[in-house]
């Protein structure tokens, strides 16, 4: 596997950030002033299940639809950890999820009991490639990463989107290694 992990150092460490203070997501949406005519910044939500968020996922990954009630089971298991902010573009006139982010927040002892975000499931649909898009998800991220007093994101980058991440300050870190159970 052609994979190399790539980390993002934040010094600016703000110790009084509770991650359990929810405003935090919509103040970094609200800060970075993301929104344009047709296209809604935002967090998932339930609906998103009909707004072609798997066919999406799946120019990423494996990523079959559960049927309808699986998938409402997940997402409340994901909202009520906390741990996991999934953001979203949506295409207003299409009714189409076009790209998205997930962030999950690991929780350390060490460093102060620091946290770090890990950056998951990152993509934008083929059709909006290089419009800038991708460049307005990893800034919310980082963004969002500082706010909740991220000491570092970390991410598995694809050999062919290592370039892409250096542009915003990502530096390879080390080499990743998977278990899978699964093959
Ligand atoms: C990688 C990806 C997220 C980039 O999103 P995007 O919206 O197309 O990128 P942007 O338009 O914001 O590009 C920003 C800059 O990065 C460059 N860039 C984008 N993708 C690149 C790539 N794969 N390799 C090198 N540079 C790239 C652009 O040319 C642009 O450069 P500029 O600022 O000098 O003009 C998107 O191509 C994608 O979803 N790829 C498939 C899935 C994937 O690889 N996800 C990442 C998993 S690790």
């Given at each position: 596997m052609n994979e190399k992990k790539i980390l993002y150092e934040n010094?600016?460490?703000?110790?009084?950030?509770?991650?359990?203070?929810?405003?935090f997501v919509e103040e970094t949406l609200k800060t970075l002033n993301?929104?344009?005519?047709n296209l809604k910044f935002r967090q998932i939500e339930?609906?998103?299940?009909?707004?072609s968020y798997f066919e999406l996922l799946s120019q990423l990954t494996v990523a079959d639809k559960p049927d309808y009630d699986s998938w409402l089971q997940r997402f409340e298991e994901i909202a009520d950890a906390n741990l996991t902010k999934i953001f979203v573009v949506e295409d207003l006139n299409e009714k189409k999820i076009i790209a998205t982010i997930t962030c999950y927040t690991e929780l350390k002892f060490i460093r102060n009991l620091g946290k770090i975000c890990h950056i998951e499931d990152f993509v934008i649909e083929e059709n909006y490639r290089n419009q800038k898009l991708g460049s307005k998800l990893i800034n919310l991220a980082i963004n969002y990463a500082k706010n909740i007093g991220c000491y570092k994101i970390i991410l598995q980058s694809r050999e062919e989107a290592t370039p892409f991440y250096e542009k915003f300050g990502f530096t390879k870190n080390s080499q990743a290694m998977a278990y899978y159970f699964n093959k």
């Open positions: 010094r600016d460490i703000d110790k009084k950030c509770q991650i359990k203070n929810k405003n993301l929104e344009s005519e339930k609906e998103d299940y009909h707004k």
